[in-house]
């Protein structure tokens, strides 16, 4: 697959790089002898808190509370006053001075799901690179949790001026990146501005201007760039450009260059979130209209054993239907193609990537009707059948964009629309499903870079062993639902910059594989032992017939620890797998590799998820669920732990249910992720450390 086997570089972050900081004048913090002030002072009026210091800072990156019923602040008059008197009245929770806490400002409100604000830190209008706070509240406007965390000596203006604006040209610091990302050589005259910055978007957008016999990628889509200051601790900030690289053959990129001098990168991400995954509709027709698992859906498996069942093909539904939202059509009145505003989509079948000569979008097939049957017979690649998948893929990712707008991934939070409509966050960029994407084959991924430019689908073609016609991951549930999964995640946890750690890349395709079983799940499946795959049909080849008990994953998903017995421990490279369970002979790996370590995380969701319809039943357990994980995304700060996640999610549960947190709680600890589980630190990439506690 070219977009993902180029030799690419690893992530990288300055803050968490000791001898980085060090040359630039940032000591190391030591761990606290005695607990912070900060904290100690609120946990006398708030009780017992759960805090996680940031490893690189010493600072608090998530805060919530452990008592049931207790609250950070008292009641305020608004969201926006609950979260200036927390600033105020909480500064030394993050050592601010008075100077530093100015530069701390409300950004945006998102009401749907779990209220939060998010509050942004600034230097002279310019953003501190994930400085950020984003606060949890309840209906009176109490503050319930924090994740994140801002930087003192902000407001120390001698200490900043001169070197705010820095001397790098922002051409120079685009061809530092493309030379790192790319290992060929680039220049400042090699890029041109195209679009400046307008208002309300800080972005400016430039284009390479590599002639036609230049070897060197190209840029697919204008890279996008935009003023940061980029904390280094001990009150150090480094004036800086965020940018992000779309280069032909190579993964999205984002980056962070420092504007002074001879530019230093200070922090990478790949924005491509890669998958070992291979949308007329297949559908339930339920009350939500619910997607099937795919075109021959086989989850939960029929017999929780691996017999080699095959699932049988079913034939799709001639729905009706503008969206789940009202008075937000998926497609404007007279659409011919299947481009709205929440998402594109077509069959990217020649290079470059993006739509162009040769590629083929969704059409109608009559005035205000997609009607394609697939053809079971004939390959995806048939023009019917890549019809039908196109079609099916556009109803997928609008399908989630409802349900999860209506769990709180909203404008306000970063989703992916062309129109915000005046409701916050930045528009112009929905999403972009390339269907049948020419670039590989039995795979698919999905690149998500920050707020405001499209986030790209990649749905590949599996080829099938012969004499099987070739099939389409366009319109198989369980893979587009995954990678959607990872656009969701991204875009939350710090903007597309947060899941840059082991245990972060881990959570999101567990994360994933979570919006796969469970958003497709039905009233009538066996949660107490079924068999939940992220996959099947894609999956058969000539040598492996358990693809719709195992699918790609080493277990399949289950409440029954004797089918997955995966738990908190399993994360750790070294940590032997237990035996018994049947396991995928096709599936290995360290247990730190992040496919791995992401099946704990789901298991973990799975056992959550599988508490709250046993008491709940599955409608209202599944609706309260995607709000209580959307709202524990917007908790769970950048450079994430599983337990950071996890209290991220009952700082949700406690604010929007209060009565599930017993649920939610003993979900987690079936798994070892109980009260007093110990995991490994932000940065560890072998995830050794773990203490599993199994008390709620």
Same mark, same amino acid.
């Given at each position: 697959?070219?977009?993902?086997?180029?030799?690419?570089?690893?992530?990288?972050?300055?803050?968490?790089?000791?001898?980085?900081?060090?040359?630039?004048?940032?000591?190391?913090?030591?761990?606290?002898?005695?607990?912070?002030?900060?904290?100690?002072?609120?946990?006398?009026?708030?009780?017992?808190?759960?805090?996680?210091?940031?490893?690189?800072?010493?600072?608090?990156?998530?805060?919530?509370?452990?008592?049931?019923?207790?609250? %950070?602040?008292?009641? $305020? &008059?608004?969201?926006?006053? +609950? /979260?200036?008197?927390?600033?105020? #009245?909480? @500064?030394?929770?993050?050592?601010?001075?008075?100077?530093?806490?100015?530069?701390?400002?409300?950004?945006?409100?998102?009401?749907?799901?779990?209220?939060?604000?998010?509050?942004?830190?600034?230097?002279?209008?310019?953003?501190?690179?994930?400085?950020?706070?984003?606060?949890?509240?309840?209906?009176?406007?109490?503050?319930?949790?924090?994740?994140?965390?801002?930087?003192?000596?902000?407001?120390?203006?001698?200490?900043?001026?001169?070197?705010?604006?820095?001397? %790098?040209?922002?051409? $120079? &610091?685009?061809?530092?990146? +493309? /030379?790192?990302?790319?290992?060929? #050589?680039? @220049?400042?005259?090699?890029?041109?501005?195209?679009?400046?910055?307008?208002?309300?978007?800080?972005?400016?957008?430039?284009?390479?201007?590599?002639?036609?016999?230049?070897?060197?990628?190209?840029?697919?889509?204008?890279?996008?760039?935009?003023?940061?200051?980029?904390?280094?601790?001990?009150?150090?900030?480094?004036?800086?450009?965020?940018?992000?690289?779309?280069?032909?053959?190579?993964?999205?990129?984002?980056?962070?260059?420092?504007?002074?001098?001879?530019?230093?990168?200070?922090?990478?991400?790949?924005?491509?979130?890669? /998958?070992?995954?291979?949308?007329?509709?297949?559908?339930?027709?339920?009350?939500?209209?619910?997607?099937?698992?795919?075109?021959?859906?086989?989850?939960?498996?029929?017999?929780?054993?691996?017999?080699?069942?095959?699932?049988?093909?079913?034939?799709?539904?001639?729905?009706?239907?503008?969206?789940?939202?009202?008075?937000?059509?998926?497609?404007?009145?007279?659409?011919?193609?299947?481009?709205?505003?929440?998402?594109?989509?077509?069959?990217?079948?020649?290079?470059?990537?993006?739509?162009?000569?040769?590629?083929?979008?969704?059409?109608?097939?009559?005035?205000?009707?997609?009607?394609?049957?697939?053809?079971?017979?004939?390959?995806?690649?048939?023009?019917?059948?890549?019809?039908?998948?196109?079609?099916?893929?556009?109803?997928?990712?609008?399908?989630?964009?409802?349900?999860?707008?209506?769990?709180?991934?909203?404008?306000?939070?970063?989703?992916?629309?062309?129109?915000?409509?005046?409701?916050?966050?930045?528009?112009?960029?929905?999403?972009?499903?390339?269907?049948?994407?020419?670039?590989?084959?039995?795979?698919?991924?999905?690149?998500?870079?920050?707020?405001?430019?499209?986030?790209?689908?990649?749905?590949?073609?599996?080829?099938?062993?012969?004499?099987?016609?070739?099939?389409?991951?366009?319109?198989?549930?369980?893979?587009?639902?995954?990678?959607?999964?990872?656009?969701?995640?991204?875009?939350?946890?710090?903007?597309?910059?947060?899941?840059?750690?082991?245990?972060?890349?881990?959570?999101?395709?567990?994360?994933?594989?979570?919006?796969?079983?469970?958003?497709?799940?039905?009233?009538?499946?066996?949660?107490?032992?079924?068999?939940?795959?992220?996959?099947?049909?894609?999956?058969?080849?000539?040598?492996?017939?358990?693809?719709?008990?195992?699918?790609?994953?080493?277990?399949?998903?289950?409440?029954?620890?004797?089918?997955?017995?995966?738990?908190?421990?399993?994360?750790?490279?070294?940590?032997?797998?237990?035996?018994?369970?049947?396991?995928?002979?096709?599936?290995?790996?360290?247990?730190?590799?992040?496919?791995?370590?992401?099946?704990?995380?789901?298991?973990?969701?799975?056992?959550?998820?599988?508490?709250?319809?046993?008491?709940?039943?599955?409608?209202?357990?599944?609706?309260?669920?995607?709000?209580?994980?959307?709202?524990?995304?917007?908790?769970?700060?950048?450079?994430?732990?599983?337990?950071?996640?996890?209290?991220?999610?009952?700082?949700?549960?406690?604010?929007?249910?209060?009565?599930?947190?017993?649920?939610?709680?003993?979900?987690?600890?079936?798994?070892?992720?109980?009260?007093?589980?110990?995991?490994?630190?932000?940065?560890?990439?072998?995830?050794?450390?773990?203490?599993?506690?199994?008390?709620?």
């Amino acid at each position: 697959m070219a977009t993902i086997e180029k030799k690419v570089p690893h992530n990288f972050h300055a803050l968490y790089e000791p001898g980085v900081r060090t040359t630039r004048g940032a000591r190391a913090v030591e761990p606290a002898a005695a607990p912070h002030r900060g904290v100690q002072r609120l946990s006398r009026k708030a009780g017992s808190l759960a805090v996680h210091l940031d490893e690189a800072t010493g600072l608090p990156v998530s805060i919530s509370v452990r008592t049931l019923g207790k609250r %950070l602040t008292a009641r $305020a &008059a608004s969201p926006e006053v +609950a /979260a200036s008197e927390f600033i105020r #009245e909480r @500064s030394d929770l993050w050592k601010l001075s008075a100077a530093d806490a100015k530069t701390v400002q409300i950004k945006s409100v998102s009401r749907q799901g779990l209220p939060v604000v998010h509050l942004v830190q600034q230097i002279d209008g310019v953003d501190v690179f994930q400085g950020e706070l984003k606060l949890a509240l309840d209906a009176q406007h109490q503050v319930l949790s924090v994740a994140g965390q801002v930087f003192p000596g902000a407001g120390i203006k001698s200490k900043l001026r001169g070197a705010r604006a820095g001397t %790098l040209a922002p051409e $120079a &610091a685009l061809a530092k990146a +493309a /030379a790192d990302l790319t290992a060929h #050589e680039y @220049s400042a005259r090699d890029f041109r501005r195209v679009k400046s910055a307008a208002k309300g978007d800080p972005y400016t957008q430039f284009e390479f201007r590599g002639g036609k016999t230049d070897r060197r990628a190209g840029l697919e889509r204008p890279a996008r760039l935009k003023r940061v200051m980029f904390p280094l601790g001990e009150g150090q900030f480094v004036p800086a450009y965020y940018l992000e690289l779309w280069f032909e053959d190579y993964p999205a990129f984002s980056y962070v260059v420092d504007a002074i001098d001879t530019p230093d990168v200070l922090f990478r991400k790949n924005l491509t979130s890669p /998958a070992k995954f291979k949308y007329r509709v297949h559908n339930t027709a339920d009350n939500v209209f619910r997607p099937e698992d795919g075109p021959a859906p086989g989850t939960p498996h029929p017999t929780g054993i691996p017999d080699g069942f095959q699932a049988k093909t079913i034939k799709e539904q001639l729905i009706a239907i503008d969206s789940l939202l009202p008075g937000r059509p998926w497609l404007p009145v007279g659409a011919e193609f299947t481009s709205g505003n929440n998402c594109i989509a077509y069959a990217d079948l020649k290079t470059p990537n993006g739509f162009g000569p040769g590629d083929v979008r969704g059409k109608v097939s009559a005035p205000g009707v997609f009607d394609y049957k697939y053809n079971h017979a004939r390959p995806s690649t048939d023009v019917r059948n890549l019809q039908a998948s196109l079609v099916g893929m556009f109803f997928h990712v609008n399908w989630l964009h409802d349900r999860w707008y209506e769990a709180g991934f909203d404008e306000a939070s970063g989703n992916a629309q062309a129109s915000n409509f005046g409701l916050g966050g930045l528009g112009g960029d929905p999403v972009l499903a390339e269907g049948a994407d020419c670039s590989g084959t039995d795979n698919a991924n999905m690149s998500t870079p920050a707020d405001g430019s499209s986030p790209r689908m990649q749905m590949y073609t599996f080829v099938g062993p012969n004499p099987k016609p070739a099939r389409t991951s366009n319109h198989d549930a369980l893979i587009t639902f995954h990678e959607m999964g990872h656009y969701i995640t991204n875009r939350l946890v710090g903007n597309a910059s947060g899941l840059v750690n082991q245990q972060g890349a881990a959570m999101g395709e567990g994360w994933g594989d979570f919006f796969a079983i469970c958003m497709t799940s039905h009233a009538t499946d066996d949660f107490a032992k079924g068999v939940f795959a992220v996959g099947g049909w894609t999956d058969l080849t000539p040598t492996f017939k358990d693809n719709y008990y195992f699918s790609i994953r080493r277990y399949p998903y289950s409440a029954d620890m004797k089918k997955n017995p995966l738990t908190f421990k399993h994360i750790s490279s070294g940590t032997v797998l237990p035996g018994g369970a049947p396991r995928n002979p096709n599936a290995g790996g360290p247990n730190n590799e992040v496919h791995n370590a992401g099946e704990v995380w789901c298991a973990a969701l799975w056992e959550v998820f599988v508490n709250l319809v046993a008491t709940l039943g599955h409608k209202e357990a599944e609706k309260r669920m995607l709000k209580y994980v959307v709202g524990g995304l917007k908790q769970t700060p950048s450079q994430p732990t599983f337990l950071q996640a996890r209290n991220g999610i009952l700082a949700a549960v406690s604010a929007l249910n209060p009565g599930d947190i017993s649920a939610v709680r003993q979900g987690f600890a079936k798994r070892g992720i109980g009260k007093s589980a110990v995991g490994p630190s932000s940065s560890s990439t072998s995830l050794a450390g773990v203490v599993e506690d199994f008390a709620p």
